[in-house]
C-alpha cells in the first residue's frame, strides 16, 4: 500500500472548505513554518529532496536557494497551473478537491521566499477552478492566514489567480510570466532564470502545483522524514495520473518504489487493461516524453525490473528508457496504432507551437504533414527517413523545449515501432479499409 502524503484527506468530504480542512490538521504546517526561520523552512526543502513536479524533476530546495535577493527589489512565487501536458490532469484534482493544500504550501513557500504577493496561472481550460481557488483564498484570509499581518508574525501575503487563455506554450515558465505581465506568451531565453530576472524582471520562483502542495507535508513530518520515503534521488510521493487502455483511470499516489508493472495491473492503481488485451507501449510522463514498447517498460535493458521513478524510468537513455515528466501515463494496448497516435501529437504540437522559432513553427508542421500522409497510407520509405531527419533538427534547436516535446515523440515511434511506419507504407490500401489495419498486422 503506497503511502498518502497529499491525497491522504482526499476522500473526507467537505475537504474543500477551510472548517473540515482545518478541522484534519490543516495549516499546522504552516503555523509550524511561520515560526521557524526562513532558512530553516528552506533547509526541511533541501533536506526533503523534493524534485519539481511539474515535469523537469529539478530540485526545488536549489531553485529557492538560487533566488536572487536585491536590496529593496520585490519577490514573487509564482505557481504553475497551467497544466496542459496530454494526459497530465493530476494538479487538477489537487486544486479542484484540496484547494488549501496549495495554499497552505503557497503560505508557507512564499514565507520562505520572501513573497509578499504571489500567483496562481491557472490553464484557461480549467474555467471552473479559478472560482474554487478564490474561495478557498477568502476563507483563509478570513481565518488570518492570509492578508497583513499573518497569525500576529508582521508576515504579509496575498495570493491573486490569474486565468491564462487557453495556450499550452504559457505552461513553460518564461511564457507564463511573459502572459502574466499582459503580453503574448512567448518563451524569453534562459539563462537569465526567473530566480534572477522573472516576474517584472524580479526574482520569481515558478513552481508547479504538486511541488508546492508537497511543501505542507515536508514541513509537517521534516524534509528528513520525507527523503526516507521513495528511493534514491526520487524522494517522497508522486501523483500520477493515468489514462487510456486501463480499467481505472484516474489520479494516483505513490511513492515511487513500485514498479511500472504493478502500477499498470495492481487493483490499487490502474487495475489492468481492458477485455484481457495485452500491453503494447506506454507513455509514462505526458505526451511529451518518448513513447516506450511493453517490453522495455517492464524491466530495463539489464532485466531489472522497471520502477515508477525518475532513474528507472530514465535507464538507459532515449535509446531504452523514457522520463517521469509529469506523471501522464498513457497506456495503449495492442490494438492502437502507434502512427495514428503520433500524427496526434505531432498536430497537437504543431498547433500549440508559438512560432517564434523556426525549427518548431516549420518543423512541427512539416512532422505533422508527413505523419498524415503515411498514416493514410499515401507515404513512402524515404518519408520515415525525412520525419527522422526533420525532428533531429528541432531538437535542442529552439528557445523552449515544446520543440523537444515535439520531437522526442516522434523519434521514440520511430526508434522503437519502425515496422508499423513500413507496414502503413507497404499497406496502403489496408490503411484506408481497416482502421489502419493494426489488426491484422
Ligand atoms: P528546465 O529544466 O529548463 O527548468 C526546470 C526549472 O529549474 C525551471 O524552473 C528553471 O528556471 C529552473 N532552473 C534550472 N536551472 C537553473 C539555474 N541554473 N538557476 C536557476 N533556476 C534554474 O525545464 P522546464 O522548461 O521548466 O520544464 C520542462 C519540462 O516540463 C518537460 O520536461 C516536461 O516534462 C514538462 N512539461 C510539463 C507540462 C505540464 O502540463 N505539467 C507541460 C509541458 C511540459
Redesign the pocket.
Given at each position: 500500500m503506497s503511502k498518502k502524503l497529499l491525497l491522504k484527506n482526499a476522500h473526507i468530504e467537505g475537504i474543500r472548505y477551510f472548517e473540515t480542512y482545518r478541522k484534519h490538521g490543516g495549516y499546522e504546517a504552516a503555523e509550524k513554518a511561520l515560526k521557524m526561520s526562513t532558512d530553516e523552512v528552506l533547509e526541511e526543502v533541501k533536506v526533503s529532496g523534493l524534485r519539481?513536479r511539474?515535469?523537469?524533476?529539478?530540485p526545488t530546495g536549489m531553485?529557492w536557494s538560487?533566488l536572487a535577493k536585491p536590496e529593496g527589489v520585490p519577490r514573487h512565487l509564482v505557481v504553475?497551473a497551467?497544466?496542459?501536458?496530454p494526459g497530465?490532469f493530476k494538479?487538477r484534482y489537487l486544486m479542484e478537491f484540496l484547494p488549501h493544500l496549495l495554499i497552505e504550501g503557497m503560505l508557507i513557500s512564499s514565507y520562505c521566499l520572501g513573497s509578499n504577493v504571489s500567483y496562481i496561472y491557472i490553464r484557461g481550460e480549467y474555467s471552473w477552478i479559478p472560482d474554487i481557488l478564490e474561495e478557498a483564498i477568502e476563507e483563509a484570509k478570513a481565518a488570518g492566514f492570509l492578508g497583513k499581518n499573518i497569525l500576529g508574525t508582521g508576515y504579509d501575503l496575498e495570493i491573486y489567480v490569474q486565468r491564462g487563455a487557453g495556450a499550452?506554450i504559457c505552461?513553460?515558465?518564461t511564457a507564463l510570466l511573459e502572459s502574466l505581465e499582459g503580453r503574448r506568451g512567448n518563451p524569453r531565453l534562459?539563462?537569465p532564470?526567473?530566480?534572477?530576472k522573472g516576474l517584472w524582471e524580479r526574482p520569481t520562483?515558478?513552481?508547479?502545483v504538486e511541488s508546492i502542495a508537497a511543501v505542507v507535508p515536508i514541513i509537517e513530518i521534516g524534509g528528513a522524514e520525507y527523503a526516507k520515503i521513495g528511493v534514491g534521488r526520487s524522494t517522497g510521493t508522486k501523483l500520477i495520473s493515468a489514462c487510456g487502455n486501463i480499467n481505472k483511470p484516474g489520479v494516483y499516489e505513490i511513492d515511487m518504489t513500485i514498479t511500472v508493472e504493478e502500477f499498470i495491473y495492481s487493483d490499487e492503481y490502474c487495475g489492468g487493461i481492458p477485455n484481457g488485451k495485452k500491453l503494447k507501449a506506454c507513455i509514462p510522463?505526458?505526451s511529451?516524453?518518448p513513447i516506450v514498447p511493453a517490453n522495455l517498460l517492464l524491466k530495463t535493458i539489464n532485466g531489472e525490473p522497471r520502477y515508477m521513478n525518475y532513474e528507472s524510468l530514465a535507464d538507459g537513455g532515449f535509446a531504452t528508457g523514457t522520463?517521469m515528466?509529469?506523471g501522464?501515463f498513457i497506456v495503449l494496448d495492442e490494438d492502437q496504432c502507434v502512427v495514428n497516435h503520433t500524427m496526434t501529437l505531432a498536430r497537437f504540437y504543431n498547433h500549440e507551437s508559438c512560432g517564434q522559432c523556426t525549427p518548431c513553427r516549420e518543423g512541427t508542421g512539416w512532422m505533422y504533414k508527413i505523419l498524415k500522409k503515411i498514416e493514410k497510407g499515401e507515404g513512402k520509405m524515404e518519408d520515415i527517413d525525412l520525419l527522422w531527419d526533420i525532428q533531429r533538427k528541432i531538437e535542442g534547436n529552439t528557445i523552449?523545449?515544446?520543440g523537444d516535446?515535439a520531437a522526442w515523440p516522434v523519434a521514440a515511434a520511430i526508434r522503437h515501432f519502425r515496422d508499423e511506419f513500413e507496414w502503413h507504407v507497404n499497406n496502403p490500401e489496408l490503411c484506408l479499409t481497416q482502421n489502419y489495419g493494426i489488426a491484422n498486422y
Open positions: 519539481g511539474g515535469g523537469a524533476g529539478f531553485k538560487f504553475n497551467d497544466e496542459s501536458e497530465t494538479d499550452y505552461g513553460e515558465e534562459k539563462p532564470f526567473p530566480a534572477v520562483v515558478v513552481n508547479n510522463g505526458g511529451s516524453v522520463m515528466g509529469s501522464g523552449c523545449p515544446l516535446a
